[in-house]
Nanobody, 123 residues
Framework: QVLLAESGGGLVQAGGSLRLSCAASGGPFSRYIVGWFRQAPGKEREFVGA????????NYGDSVNGRFSISRDNAKNMVYLQMNSLKPEDTAVYYC????????????????WGQGTQVSVSS
């Protein structure tokens, strides 16, 4: 079974950048769709973006489109979330998730989740 671990969160000023990493271990990873989600205090979980198994296709939530970018390196079992032009409203715990079924590309239903990493953006 694949396990996921996020890292790279921290405190950054508005307009700054951070890169989050999602490291997979414990099993095959290259054929998994990987999604990023976030949840702010008092808010529901929000879809950030996703990347397909070979890394050639991505999609993003409206709130981050044009500012965030997802990439992956299957040889290293790693997926990245590059966050630019950060805003205070981007403050949240960020999670990565993985799913083998292609349904996740449409439904955003993922079976494997990491523990999250905190991103805080100050104004």
């Amino acid at each position: 079974q694949v396990l996921l671990a996020e890292s790279g969160g921290g405190l950054v000023q508005a307009g700054g950048s951070l890169r989050l990493s999602c490291a997979a271990s414990g099993g095959p990873f290259s054929r998994y769709i990987v999604g990023w989600f976030r949840q702010a205090p008092g808010k529901e979980r929000e879809f950030v973006g996703a990347i397909n198994w070979y890394g050639g296709n991505t999609n993003y939530g409206d709130s981050v489109n044009g500012r965030f970018s997802i990439s992956r390196d299957n040889a290293k079992n790693m997926v990245y979330l590059q966050m630019n032009s950060l805003k205070p409203e981007d403050t949240a715990v960020y999670y990565c998730a993985a799913e083998q079924s292609a349904r996740a590309w449409v439904t955003n239903e993922y079976s494997i989740w990491g523990q999250g990493t905190q991103v805080s953006v100050s104004s």
